[in-house]
């Protein structure tokens, strides 16, 4: 844990202390649950769609891909709680060894504070899910990739708030060809 903690700014770790203190809790949820409790991937969908939409944006979470994840044995769900209601939600590919932070996305685009509380349970759920997947022994967090890392875009400085070590990957979409 204190690996962990060293990477991490002061900043963020003072918000993840915070959290302790206020009414913020955290849950993950495994892929069988996921699978038995369908509730679960509506939730995540709603609030996925809602937190585009309040962005002005029309984005839909691919429900059947996610419950897929999820049967496959590949997916966890983490969530957030401030004063018992969901306001954030994780959805984690786990290949063991990495995991990948597939969606994230928050029930907020209110007023200041209830913002901060928000603000507060996301970097508490992201806490929360390295010490999950460090405890199931994986070694790779992966964040999902960062437009640059000397970027002025807010979520890139977010996940950089966390630390680690920058890599390059490729993700590429297979294309069907018939051969001769």
């Known amino acids: 844990v204190e690996a962990l903690q060293s990477r991490i700014s002061n900043n963020a770790l003072r918000n993840i202390r915070k959290s302790y203190r206020e009414d913020i809790t955290?849950?993950?949820?495994?892929?069988?649950?996921?699978?038995?409790?369908?509730?679960?991937?509506?939730?995540?969908?709603?609030?996925?769609?809602g937190m585009f939409s309040d962005k002005g944006m029309e984005l839909r979470l691919d429900t059947t891909a996610v419950l897929n994840c999820a049967k496959a044995g590949a997916l966890v769900i983490g969530i957030a709680y401030l004063h018992g209601e969901p306001v954030v939600y994780h959805a984690l590919i786990d290949g063991k060894d990495r995991v990948i932070c597939w969606h994230s996305c928050s029930k907020c685009r209110c007023e200041s504070e209830q913002s901060i509380l928000v603000g507060r349970a996301n970097k508490r759920l992201h806490w929360e899910d390295l010490l999950y997947f460090k405890e199931c022994g994986c070694q790779t967090y992966d964040w999902g990739g960062v437009f640059a890392f000397d970027s002025?875009?807010?979520?890139?400085?977010?996940?950089?708030?966390?630390?680690?070590?920058?890599?390059?990957?490729?993700h590429t979409v297979p294309l069907p060809n018939s051969l001769p």
């Open 26 to 49: 955290v849950k993950h949820f495994s892929p069988e649950a996921v699978c038995r409790d369908p509730g679960i991937i509506d939730a995540l969908a709603e609030c996925y769609s």
């Open 152 to 170: 002025e875009n807010g979520i890139d400085r977010f996940k950089m708030l966390f630390g680690g070590t920058p890599h390059d990957y490729y």
